[in-house]
C-alpha cells in the first residue's frame, strides 16, 4: 500500500518526498539521487530525464528528483485506486487536495471510521428499547453517538476538500452517506435536549457507515449485486403476485361461506393466507376445513402450491442464476479493465524523456517504495524481470499493464525448495519422517485410524453409563480417547519433520486435522478438570470428517466451499445488516406491547396463553417479541425459518392492526431475495469449480500459480540496478552464476478465473484496444506517440500564459 502519512499543510504535499530522499535511513533504490536541479511549473531547463509532469506539483518549484518522487507517489495512488475499485474522478489533481486525501485515505483512519460505524450499531444495545444489562442513561448513549457521528463528519469534510460538491454530487453513496449524516445528527442533538428518544426509525439507516468504511468493500460489492439482480427478480415477484392475488380471489368465492373454515372470511384475509400458504408454513391446516366438506377441494390447494412453489419459485432461482452468472462475468470483466486504465495512468507517470515507451528499473522501484514499502529490493527487480517478457530492459505499457498480477506472487530460491533438513542435524529425523510419509500405505493407516476413531466412539456412546458426566468423560476423556490423540499428535509431527511447518500449514487438511486434534486433546482435559464442561464433546468427532476427502464429490463440495468462503462472509454481513435495519423498525412499531393471553378468540390464541404457573403446551411464543434487539434478532430468525411465522404475524395483527402485517411480508420478501441470490452465488462458484477441474490438468494448475525467473548478477547490472538496490542484489545474485527464483501466487477465486477467462480476457482487452480513444490533454508530446511523455515548455513571454504540464485526467 502506498505511503499515506500527512503532511502538515498543502504546501508540504510534496515536501516529505524530499526529506524521505534524504534521510539514508530508508530504502532509496528507487530514487534519483544526482540529479538536484530546479523545475518549476510550466518552465524548465529541457533535461532529458523528465517525463509526464504529476499534477500533485502543479505551481511549485521542485528538484528533478523531488519531481519523480511526486510521479512515483501518484502513480501509487492510481494503482491503488485500480486495487480497491475506485473511481478516478476523486483522484487528488492538486497540492492542495492531496493532504486531505492522505489523511482519508490513512489505514489508521480506516480502523477509527470502522470503530465509529460499529459503535453506532452497538448503540441500538444501549439505547430505549435496551438490553438491560447495557442500558445507559440518555446523556450517556447521546454523547457517543455524537462523538462517533463526529469522527464520519470529519472524513466527508476531509472527502469534500478534494473532490468538491460537483463530483459528490454525482457519488450517489457519498450523497446517500451524507444526508444518513445530517439527519442522524439532528436526531441526537433532540434526544439530548429532549433527555428522552422519539420515535427514531432512522436508526434502521446506521449500517449505511459500517457498509462505506474501506474494511467492507466485499458487503459493498455483494449488496451491488443484489441491485443489479433485483429488475429480474421484480418481474418475477410481480408474476408471483399475480398468481397469489388470483387464487386469493378465487378461494375467497369458493371457500367464505364455509362458517369452519376462516381463513378465507374476507379478501384480505383470504389474500394472507394465500401468501402465508407460499411458505407451506400453513399447510395442510389452511386446506382441512374445505377439505372435510369436499375432497375435490384439495384440487385448488394442490394446484396453487404446484404453480407458485414448485414452478415459479425454481423459475426465479433460474432467472437469478442466469443474472447473476452474467453478472459475475461483467464484474470480472469491469475490474479487469479498471486494473487496466489504472495502470495506464501509471504508466505515463513513471516514463521519461529518454524511455518514452519503457518503465525503467529505477522508476519501478521508485513505485513500489510507495506502493508497497514491504518488498524488499529482490522481490521488486524479481517483478520487473517477470514483467519484462520482452527483455529490452524496461517494461513497454503491455507489460506494465500484468503489473497487479505480479504483485501476489512470493518469491524464494530454488535451492530453497530442497528439504528444510537439509545440511542440519536433524537431518536424519527429517529423512525418516519423509520416508514415512511417502511410504505407499502411510495414508491408508491413518485413515484406519480415523476410522478405529469413530468406531471406539461409536462403541463408547453404546455403553451404559451412569449419568451425562461419566458419559461425557467416557466418550471424550477415557484411555482410548488418549490413545487416539497420541496418534494423531504423532502423524502430525511426522508430516511436519518431513515437510517443515510451513510448507504444512499450506494444507488445508492439514490445518484442519491439526486443529481439530488439538481442540480434541483441550476437551479432553477440560473434562477431566470441570466434568459438567459438557460442549466439549463436539470436537472429538470432528476428526472423522477427514474420511470426507476420499470422495471427490466431497472434495468439490469443501473446495467450492472455501472459493466461497469471501462471498459468504459478505452474505453474512448483509443478512445481520438487513436484520439490524428490521430489528429496529420492528422495535420502533411493536416495543411496548405485550403478548401475554393475547389475541382472544382467533386462531392463535392457545400459543399465547400465559399464567404465573406454567404455560401451555402451545405456550411461550410470547417470547417471541420486539422488546429489545436481542430479541428482535431472534423472532427475525424465526420469520426467516418460515415454521409457524405466520402465528408472530397474526399475533401482532390482533393486538395492534391489521396493517402490521406489511412488516412481517415484506421482510420475508426481502429474505426470499437476498437467500435465492445466496443460492444463485453457491450453483455459481460449484459450476464454476466443476467447471475449472474438468478442463484444467494439475500440470496446467501447478504452471497457473507458480512462475519461475532466471537471473544473474550481470543481467541486474545491465537492466540498470545502482545504489541501494545493487547492494541488496548482490547478495542474492552471485557474479556469474545464474540463479533461478521460484513465485508463488495463491490460488485464489480471482486467479482462477482469469484460467477460465482466458478466450474472453482477450477478447475484452482486445475490444478495449480498438475502442481507446487518444485521451485529453493539455500537454505538448514529443511525438505523435500517445505514450511520450509531455514537452516541458518555457511560457509565452508576450502574454504571460503558462502551459500546464502533466497528464490531466
Not at 515536501?15 to 534521510?23: G, I, L, P, Q, T
Not at 432512522?202 to 449505511?208: K, N, Q, S, Y
Amino acid at each position: 500500500m502506498a505511503s499515506l502519512r500527512s503532511p502538515s499543510s498543502p504546501t508540504d504535499g510534496y515536501k516529505r518526498f524530499s526529506d524521505d530522499f534524504a534521510n539514508s535511513s530508508i530504502n532509496n533504490y528507487g530514487s534519483n539521487v544526482t540529479n538536484n536541479r530546479t523545475v518549476s511549473d510550466g518552465a524548465g531547463d529541457g533535461t532529458l530525464d523528465m517525463g509526464s509532469r504529476s499534477s500533485l506539483h502543479t505551481g511549485l518549484q521542485m528538484s528533478e528528483d523531488e519531481h519523480w518522487e511526486m510521479n512515483y507517489h501518484e502513480a501509487a495512488i492510481y494503482l491503488e485506486e485500480g486495487l480497491n475499485n475506485e473511481k478516478f474522478d476523486s483522484h487528488p489533481s492538486s497540492p492542495e487536495e492531496l493532504p486531505a486525501y492522505l489523511r482519508v485515505h490513512n489505514p489508521w483512519y480506516h480502523g477509527l471510521d470502522l470503530l465509529a460505524s460499529l459503535v453506532l450499531i452497538l448503540l441500538a444495545f444501549t439505547e430505549d428499547p435496551a438490553v438491560p444489562a447495557f442500558e445507559l442513561p440518555v446523556w450517556a448513549h447521546g454523547t457517543i453517538e455524537l462523538l462517533a457521528l463526529s469522527v464520519i463528519g470529519i472524513e466527508l469534510h476531509l472527502k469534500l476538500k478534494w473532490i468538491g460538491w460537483g463530483t459528490i454530487f454525482k457519488h450517489k453513496r457519498t450523497m446517500l452517506k451524507g444526508i444518513t449524516l445530517l439527519i442522524m445528527v439532528l436526531e441526537a442533538v433532540v434526544v439530548l435536549c429532549r433527555q428522552s428518544s422519539h420515535f427514531r426509525v432512522t436508526r434502521a439507516l446506521r449500517p449505511i457507515f459500517l457498509v462505506d468504511t474501506r474494511h467492507c468493500g466485499g458487503v459493498r460489492r455483494f449488496i451491488r449485486q443484489i441491485l443489479q439482480s433485483l429488475p429480474p427478480i421484480i418481474d418475477m415477484l410481480g408474476l408471483l403476485m399475480f398468481f397469489v392475488a388470483t387464487y386469493s380471489l378465487l378461494g375467497y368465492y369458493l371457500f367464505s361461506e364455509h362458517i369452519d373454515n376462516g381463513h378465507f372470511q374476507t379478501i384480505s384475509d383470504s389474500f394472507v393466507s394465500m401468501f402465508v400458504l407460499l411458505t407451506t408454513a400453513n399447510f395442510p391446516d389452511v386446506m382441512m376445513p374445505s377439505y372435510a366438506k369436499s375432497k375435490w377441494y384439495a384440487l385448488f390447494f394442490i394446484l396453487y402450491i404446484i404453480t407458485v412453489l414448485y414452478v415459479l419459485m425454481n423459475l426465479m432461482l433460474a432467472v437469478v442464476y442466469e443474472t447473476f452468472t452474467r453478472i459475475e462475468r461483467d464484474k470480472c470483466r469491469a475490474l479487469l479493465l479498471h486494473r487496466r486504465g489504472a495502470a495506464r495512468r501509471a504508466f505515463r507517470l513513471l516514463v521519461s524523456r529518454r524511455a518514452p515507451r519503457a518503465v525503467r528499473l529505477r522508476h519501478f522501484a521508485g513505485l513500489l517504495r510507495h506502493y508497497a514499502p514491504h518488498y524488499s529490493g529482490l522481490d521488486v527487480y524479481l517483478m520487473f524481470k517477470q514483467l519484462s517478457r520482452s527483455g529490452e530492459g524496461g517494461l513497454s505499457r503491455a507489460e506494465f499493464a500484468n503489473v497487479y498480477d505480479v504483485f501476489a506472487l512470493r518469491w524464494a530460491p530454488q535451492s530453497a525448495r530442497a528439504p528444510w533438513y537439509a545440511a542440519s542435524p536433524l537431518e536424519p529425523l527429517g529423512r525418516a519422517a519423509a520416508a514415512a510419509v511417502r511410504w505407499p500405505y502411510f495414508e491408508h493407516v491413518v485413515y484406519a485410524i480415523i476410522i478405529g476413531n469413530g468406531v471406539a466412539m461409536i462403541l463408547r456412546v453404546c455403553e451404559a453409563a451412569g449419568d451425562l458426566q461419566d458419559s461425557a468423560r467416557l466418550l471424550c476423556a477415557s484411555w482410548d480417547t488418549w490413545l487416539f490423540l497420541i496418534l494423531f499428535l504423532l502423524e502430525a509431527a511426522l508430516r511436519i519433520m518431513a515437510s517443515g511447518l510451513s510448507v504444512y500449514l499450506e494444507s488445508g487438511w492439514n490445518v484442519f486435522d491439526l486443529g481439530v486434534t488439538l481442540l480434541a486433546l483441550l476437551g479432553a482435559l477440560l473434562l477431566t478438570v470441570a466434568p459438567k464442561l459438557f460442549i466439549v464433546v463436539m470436537f472429538r468427532p470432528l476428526r472423522l470428517m477427514r474420511l470426507y476427502k476420499l470422495k471427490k464429490r466431497y472434495r468439490d463440495v469443501f473446495g467450492t466451499l472455501v472459493l466461497l468462503s469471501p462471498l459468504m462472509s459478505s452474505a453474512g454481513c448483509v443478512m445481520l445488516v438487513m436484520y439490524y435495519f428490521f430489528a429496529i423498525v420492528g422495535m420502533e412499531l411493536f416495543a411496548g406491547y405485550d403478548l401475554k393471553n393475547c389475541c382472544k378468540n382467533t386462531t392463535v390464541e392457545d400459543f399465547y396463553k400465559y399464567s404465573e404457573n406454567s404455560s401451555t403446551a402451545l405456550g411461550y411464543y410470547y417470547l417471541n417479541n420486539f422488546e429489545n434487539i436481542l430479541t428482535s434478532g431472534v423472532s427475525l430468525f424465526e420469520l426467516t425459518v418460515v415454521n409457524n411465522w405466520f402465528i408472530l404475524m397474526n399475533a401482532y395483527a390482533s393486538v395492534v392492526g391489521q396493517f402490521s402485517r406489511i412488516y412481517f411480508m415484506v421482510f420475508y420478501l426481502f429474505t426470499m431475495v437476498v437467500l435465492t441470490i445466496v443460492v444463485a452465488s453457491v450453483l455459481e462458484a460449484f459450476r464454476f469449480r466443476i467447471q475449472y477441474k474438468r478442463s484444467t490438468t494439475k500440470r496446467d494448475e501447478e504452471k497457473l500459480l507458480h512462475e519461475e525467473v532466471h537471473t544473474s548478477w550481470e543481467e541486474a547490472q545491465r537492466l540498470g540496478a545502482s545504489g541501494d538496490l545493487a547492494e541488496e542484489l548482490r547478495a542474492h545474485l552471485p557474479p556469474g552464476m545464474q540463479v533461478t527464483f521460484i513465485g508463488t501466487r495463491p490460488r485464489t477465486k480471482e486467479v482462477l478465473q482469469r484460467r477460465m477467462y482466458q478466450s474472453d480476457i482477450q477478447k475484452w482487452l482486445a475490444e478495449e484496444d480498438d475502442s481507446e480513444d487518444a485521451p485529453p490533454s493539455t500537454t505538448v508530446t514529443s511525438s505523435e506517440d500517445p505514450l511520450s511523455p509531455p514537452l516541458i515548455q518555457q511560457p509565452d513571454a508576450e502574454n504571460n500564459h503558462q502551459i500546464r504540464t502533466g497528464y490531466q485526467l
